[in-house]
């Protein structure tokens, strides 16, 4: 199936070009970081996780939404979601791909990989995060090559698949749960102290992760011959306005939490956030346009009128998707660390290399993800002809 990449037209293969050049840079800064240390990154002792690990948060979520199709389309017999449950499987593949390169240069030495399979460590969350994303990846390759294999080929597909789909459905849900435990189990950071973290986690990602499903499906029916239908579209969009309501209601919940409380342990993060602290602001402004966009979104996507317009829909799911990329891709993470437990406040900045490397891994993602939907949609093309 892999020969109709190579039989893709212009603008295909511009795209993997365009995508092959960030990927080059970020490896260029990689070998350069490789050298010299994650030293070259904003990281320190005070900030250890930085835009690396904000990254693979966010993306864990947007892999786990592919569940938000499999579920309807495998359980319910949503027939609608037929069209795009390979799609969201395929985004899956792409987006955990993105979070295990995140990993690795994150840690500096790849080789340390092989420590946690050396050294196995049940008692430990990082083991299960390990197991769990790994797990989801292979699972998902399982399932969506074999299913669009056996619609190439005009039959169902082979039994033992309906096992592993019914796996998958409560794994989904376990990868972002066990990356929301990796914060909320650290007693020392009260702004991830929470016992709703893995519910924010799940509701923004069952969000966020839609509304990119939605934008790709909706790029995919202007520039292919596939239609991926506007009851499915319309079935997502209402996916993801009820799960951002639920993401905004949670975040009000723990706003209302820490100062009505007034616990500095708490407030001092969210004053960090919102209005800045001993004069230190640098996430202020992305706050508040993660806030911002978060209701231009509610206020589209609330309103029937404007979220079964095309173009309006596509404001609210653009609107959607970076103003949850800043809250769990930049604000959630970093805050955590400022101020630290002893109340000192530390800048954290990504430098030059770090942002490049960061755009690398997003641009491999999306390379994977470009391959595996061209093969798709063409066999998709194929039985509609």
Not at 165 to 186: C, D, E, K, M, R
Not at 328 to 348: D, H, M, S
Request: charged share 15%.
């Amino acid at each position: 199936m892999f020969d109709r990449v190579f039989k893709a037209g212009d603008d295909f293969k511009k795209l993997l070009k365009l995508l092959g050049v960030f990927i080059a840079l970020g490896f260029v800064c990689y070998i350069f970081q490789y050298y010299r240390g994650l030293g070259i990154t904003g990281l320190g002792r005070d900030v250890s996780w930085g835009l690396y690990i904000a990254q693979f948060t966010f993306l864990v979520g947007v892999a786990a939404s592919a569940v938000m199709v499999v579920l309807p389309y495998y359980l319910h017999n949503f027939k609608a979601f037929g069209r795009i449950t390979i799609l969201g499987e395929f985004l899956a593949i792409g987006a955990v791909s993105m979070c295990l390169l995140f990993i690795i240069v994150d840690l500096g030495m790849p080789h340390r990989l092989f420590n946690v399979l050396r050294y196995p460590t049940p008692n430990s969350i990082l083991f299960w995060d390990m197991v769990v994303l790994n797990g989801y990846l292979l699972l998902n390759i399982i399932i969506g090559w074999n299913a669009l294999d056996a619609e190439r080929m005009g039959v169902a597909p082979p039994k033992w698949v309906k096992p592993l789909i019914y796996i998958s459905i409560p794994w989904a849900v376990s990868i972002h749960t066990v990356t929301a435990f990796l914060y909320a189990g650290l007693p020392g950071r009260h702004f991830w102290l929470t016992a709703i973290m893995a519910a924010r986690f799940l509701a923004s990602a069952f969000s966020s992760g839609p509304a990119l499903l939605i934008l790709l499906a909706l790029f995919i029916k202007k520039r292919t011959k596939f239609d991926p239908g506007e009851e499915a579209i319309q079935a997502l969009a209402k996916i993801v306005t009820y799960a951002l309501i639920i993401s905004v209601f949670f975040v009000l919940l723990e706003l209302f939490t820490a100062y009505y409380s007034k616990v500095p342990g708490h407030t001092n993060h969210f004053d960090y956030l919102l209005f800045g602290l001993h004069g230190h602001a640098e996430l202020v402004p992305w706050t508040w346009l993660s806030n911002i966009l978060a209701v231009v979104a509610l206020v589209l996507l609330i309103n029937p009128n404007t979220r079964k317009q095309e173009k309006t829909l596509k404001i609210a799911c653009f609107a959607t998707f970076f103003s949850l990329w800043i809250e769990k891709g930049i604000t959630l993470v970093i805050t955590g660390f400022i101020p630290n437990t002893f109340e000192k406040i530390t800048r954290y900045i990504p430098t030059i290399p770090e942002v490049f490397i960061t755009l690398g891994v997003w641009a491999a993602g999306f390379f994977i993800l470009a391959v595996l939907y061209k093969i798709a949609v063409s066999i998709k093309e194929e039985i509609g002809a």
